[in-house]
Antibody, heavy 120, light 107 residues
């Protein structure tokens, strides 16, 4: 069955960096676009970034463009999110999610999430 | 950005009741709408895509309808396991946005 397992969250000071990982299994990872989506407590989710199946296309939300970088290693079935210049408002749970097709931009499988806390 | 507005924010209904949640888009999104169910401490789960297509494995008591700017998610006979928050999401244009959620409680 499809499994997505995020890791790398934690507590980090404002202005510092963090890299999230998402290990995929149970499907052909290299055939699917992948997303990062975040969600603050009690709020609706917020889409963060997407990468095409082969890594050739990457798109970002305005709130993270220039600070966050999405990437993937299809040989390792792993998705990444490099987060630089972190701000207090980046504090939330981050999910990786699978796109059911080629950049359809909805999400048919989600990981369990990893919490990022930006605080001094 | 396209704003997605859900109503009500919270609803309480008895087991077996028919429940309807509404989602309105600030501009037309054709049928590019998905619905998700989220239980506390868990990731969202896809229920409906394309406004009315049921995701594999989702019980048939869930249905979606609508197009343009107004959409509904209906649970035909509410079950205890349906206690959760529900979110709509438009995927017509960037940035893809979610509604603020509807919490469904069992009386």
């Amino acid at each position: 069955q499809v499994q997505l397992v995020e890791s790398g969250g934690g507590v980090v000071q404002p202005g510092r960096s963090l890299r999230l990982s998402c290990a995929a299994s149970g499907f052909t990872f290299s055939s699917y676009a992948m997303h990062w989506v975040r969600q603050a407590p009690g709020k609706g989710p917020e889409w963060v970034a997407v990468i095409s199946y082969d890594g050739s296309k990457k798109y970002y939300a305005d709130s993270v463009r220039g600070r966050f970088t999405i990437s993937r290693d299809n040989s390792k079935d792993t998705l990444y999110l490099q987060m630089n210049s972190l701000r207090a408002e980046d504090t939330t749970v981050y999910y990786c999610a699978r796109d059911p097709g080629d950049l359809l931009y909805y999400f048919d499988y989600w990981g369990q999430g990893t919490l990022v806390t930006v605080s001094s | 950005d396209i704003q997605m507005t859900q109503s009500p924010s919270t609803l309480s209904a008895s087991v077996g009741a028919r429940v309807t949640i509404t989602c309105r888009a600030s501009q037309s999104i054709s049928s590019w709408l998905a619905w998700y169910q989220q239980k506390p401490g868990k990731a969202p789960k896809l229920l409906i895509y394309g406004a009315s297509s049921l995701e594999n494995g989702v019980p048939s008591r869930f249905s979606g309808s609508g197009s343009g700017t107004e959409f509904t998610l209906t649970i035909s006979s509410l079950q205890p396991d349906d206690s959760a928050s529900y979110y709509c999401q438009q995927y017509d244009r960037s940035p893809r946005t979610f509604g603020q959620g509807t919490k469904v409680e069992i009386k």
